[in-house]
């Protein structure tokens, strides 16, 4: 019985003192440069590149989707940088530049290209969706900083899955909001 005790001390112990210490914001973080990224006054996105991964037993993605996805994302970022922080035209000196990458898109619900591989599918079909990015924060071609995410929501996740590309979508917004608190906070 003291044993119990002493063992469920030390996971409260551990449990405060992880909720106490900052957790990443993404999966990958790595701060490069000795330029606080929060001295930046103004950011440049730039127009958000893909380079997917396709594994074997993925389901295929358009590229007119993806293309669509990469806006999407790009609109997102706009909108939450513009929050706090002035959105340049151009990347150059003194702008923090940021250059997203998707590098997994998996939809939610059946896509065009999911009918035309299994032209039996079913409109009613849930998949648990998701994506994944990389980012390169710079300034006039140095890097600064780097950071990457993967999202992948589960059929059980409490969520309805109602939207061909929602886990995405979803993922998008917060990443926009991850990425301006990472600036605000290096």
């Known amino acids: 019985m003291a044993l119990m005790r002493a063992c469920a001390a030390v996971a409260a112990f551990i449990g405060a003192a992880a909720a106490m210490s900052p957790a990443a914001a993404f999966d ?6 000795g330029k606080q990224l929060s001295s930046f006054a103004s950011v440049y996105i730039a127009p958000v590149a893909l380079s997917l991964e396709q594994g074997r037993d ?3 993605v358009r590229e007119k989707d993806a293309a669509r996805r990469a806006s999407d994302f790009h609109d997102d ?10 959105i340049a035209d151009a990347p150059g000196a003194g702008v923090l530049t940021i250059e997203a990458t998707l590098t997994k898109l998996v939809a939610t619900r059946p896509t065009l290209a999911d009918f035309s591989e299994q032209p039996g599918l079913g409109f009613e079909s849930v998949y648990a969706g998701g ?3 990389s980012a390169t924060l710079s300034e006039d071609g140095e890097t600064l900083a780097e950071v990457g995410d993967r999202h992948t929501s589960s059929l059980g996740d409490g969520s309805p899955k109602i939207a061909t590309w929602q886990d995405a979508d979803r993922a998008f917004s917060q990443w926009a909001r991850q990425l301006v608190d990472f600036v605000e906070k290096n």
């Open 28 to 33: 990958r973080e790595n701060v490069i440069g």
């Open 58 to 60: 993925e389901r295929p």
């Open 77 to 86: 970022l706009v909108d939450e940088f513009s929050g706090a922080f002035e």
């Open 131 to 133: 994506a994944a990015f």
